[in-house]
């Protein structure tokens, strides 16, 4: 009995290892997806090639925005006033020299006064004026031309006493205009540059004028007298009322 079951349990053993095995390889081979690593060169390099070119686009971006930064600084520079005037002390100096002006003597700057002065001392001798009132008047232009010389001379002396502060003032303008930091620093320095040229040249017109006003006072004066000389010889040599002899008095005794 026992040597008719060792057989059949052999044979048993064999078939349960056959079955076995390929269940086992089987269990042994199959993973699961998700743990498998697949590389596609393809689809690695047109990864890359996407990244590059977002970050190019970045860059871009970046240096754009930096661009936009700095022009919108430009403008902010550009559209920047400038720290500086010197309007203040150009307009001072244009009226001290108007006040010199202002302070003409006799005869000011002004039309209708000069009309109405050489009306009275500069017209023609009348023949019934007295000769007392031709020494008055000979002496009231003599004064103007006088008051028209020294007035002359003060406008002088005031437009050299503004060359120094408009020396100053031109350095100052001058340094502005080179430490401007946009068009507008630059442009408005320019203006006070040319406001100063132009109190220069005021200054200029007022020397121009004070001389040309004692000029023709004198010429004035030297024609008054002229027509004047020739009425006083006129009188001297009438008969009957020309030169009579007389006492003359000297030194007050």
Do not use: C
């Not at 006070?192 to 020397?207: C, E, G, K």
Request: aromatic share 4%; charged share 15%.
């Amino acid at each position: 009995m026992r040597n008719r079951h060792r057989p059949s349990l052999r044979s048993a053993l064999v078939a349960v290892t056959m079955f076995a095995a390929p269940i086992a390889a089987t269990s042994i081979m199959i993973t699961p997806a998700h743990a498998l690593i697949v590389f596609d060169p393809s689809n690695y390099a047109q990864n890359v090639l996407t990244a590059a070119r977002s970050l190019e686009q970045i860059t871009h971006q970046i240096t754009s925005l930096q661009n936009e930064a700095q022009m919108l600084i430009n403008q902010a520079r550009n559209l920047a006033n400038l720290p500086f005037s010197a309007l203040q002390q150009i307009q001072q100096s244009v009226q001290k020299t108007q006040q010199l002006l202002q302070q003409a003597q006799n005869i000011a700057f002004d039309v209708q006064k000069i009309d109405q002065v050489f009306q009275q001392s500069y017209k023609n001798i009348s023949l019934s004026t007295s000769d007392q009132q031709l020494v008055t008047d000979a002496r009231s232009r003599w004064q103007n031309t006088v008051g028209g010389l020294q007035d002359a001379m003060r406008v002088q002396a005031g437009v050299v006493g503004n060359i120094e502060t408009n020396r100053a003032q031109m350095s100052a303008i001058v340094g502005q205009s080179q430490g401007a930091t946009g068009a507008l620093q630059a442009t408005q320095a320019g203006n006070q540059l040319l406001a100063l040229q132009a109190q220069q040249l005021a200054d200029l017109t007022a020397v121009v004028a004070a001389n040309g006003r004692a000029t023709a006072l004198t010429e004035a004066e030297r024609t008054a007298a002229a027509e004047q000389g020739r009425e006083q010889r006129r009188r001297f040599l009438t008969p009957g009322s020309g030169y009579q002899p007389g006492d003359a008095k000297m030194f007050n005794r």
